[in-house]
């Protein structure tokens, strides 16, 4: 009788384990294995996002106690942002940064590159952490399989040429400005004065040097690392454009973290966030650049934006407000 009952207490035994293992309540130690996740960005450290996000893995790895193992690569995994995107998209890395190219891969985010439409720092925050963050968070996960992390940004554009300072809208007129090749870049360039020339950076500074183009646009923060100063004479703080991109994270990979570890992955990313714009907005000044780029031989001026938005909601803004509907209405309500 003994035999047979400690049969069936282990066929029970056995019972009860495969049932567990069944539902995923699985005990304690088979759940120690860490989750490798890698993410991946265009540039490396120490550029602005880049700093964010290295704080972000280390953080991530710490706070977790290694249940998380997540590792950044900047420039070194993948090398090109729509190749990031699609690594991230089919699930062969965890997480991923657009960079520059957030509106080529994210059609959705074009509305923010309309010039003007974002004017501050703050109303952007407010915008991208607000509802309509929100919003987009859920259209890229229906959409594309992707889960936003946090938005952040690499500052406002401002425009640098080799034959003047830009100190009203008739100063752009007659200037070859290369624009990313995207429809919203030219047509802000265009509506403003200028003439915009499609091009993707790796042929900027040889345009610049062969006379294709007379100048450009970047956000402060990127003006030395890209050795803009070496073919410009001219940064003018014009503020034209705002672009945001994010950290996403392949959608099946985030619904397989068990929400606590959902939940640190985004107060972790909340706090990175921060990181991320600290270091961008302490450079974009007119004290900043001039610190930067004089220097090297340039000449840093900053005019009225005034006229420049007056412009842009005449002749810009009119080409993208239907486009935009949804978005572009809770954008301007937002107010700061």
């Known amino acids: 009788m003994r035999i047979i009952s400690s049969r069936r207490s282990l066929l029970r035994s056995a019972s009860g384990l495969a049932g567990i293992l069944a539902t995923g309540r699985a005990p304690a130690f088979a759940q120690a294995t860490p989750k490798k996740m890698q993410l991946a960005a265009v540039n490396p450290y120490p550029e602005s996002g880049a700093v964010a996000t290295e704080w972000f ?41 657009p960079g520059g190219a957030s509106a080529t891969l994210f059609p959705e985010m074009g509305v923010f590159l309309v010039g003007y439409l974002i004017s501050s720092y703050d109303q952007a925050y407010k915008v991208m952490n607000g509802k309509v963050g929100d919003d987009l968070d859920k259209i890229f996960q229906e959409k594309y399989g992707i889960k936003v992390i946090y938005y952040f940004d690499y500052g406002f554009r401002h425009f640098w040429n080799a034959k003047r300072p830009i100190e009203v809208p008739k100063d752009l007129r007659g200037l070859k400005i290369r624009a990313q090749p995207s429809k919203v870049f030219a047509d802000t360039i265009n509506s ?79 706090e990175a ?55 572009w209405d809770q954008i301007l309500a937002t107010k700061v």
């Open 192 to 270: 403003l004065g200028g003439v915009a020339v499609p091009l993707g950076w790796a042929e900027v500074i040889t345009a610049a040097q062969q006379g294709v183009i007379d100048g450009a646009d970047l956000p402060v923060v990127n003006m030395v690392p890209l050795k803009a100063f070496e073919v410009s004479k001219y940064y003018s703080l014009t503020g034209h454009n705002y672009g945001a991109t994010l950290i996403g994270m392949n959608l099946q990979m985030w619904n397989d973290l068990r929400p606590d570890q959902q939940k640190l992955v985004l107060d972790t990313g909340r």
């Open 273 to 327: 966030q921060g990181v991320v714009r600290k270091v961008t907005e302490d450079v974009d000044t007119l004290a900043s650049a001039k610190a930067q780029l004089e220097p090297r031989g340039m000449i840093i001026n900053e005019p009225n934006h005034g006229p420049f938005i007056d412009i842009a909601k005449a002749k810009l803004w009119p080409q993208y407000e239907a486009k935009y509907s949804g978005l």
């Open 57 to 97: 893995v280390k953080a991530l790895t710490e706070r977790s106690k290694g249940e998380l193992d997540v590792s950044f690569h900047g420039g070194t995994l993948l090398t090109k942002e729509i190749d990031i995107m699609n690594a991230v998209k089919s699930g062969n890395i965890a997480m991923g940064n």
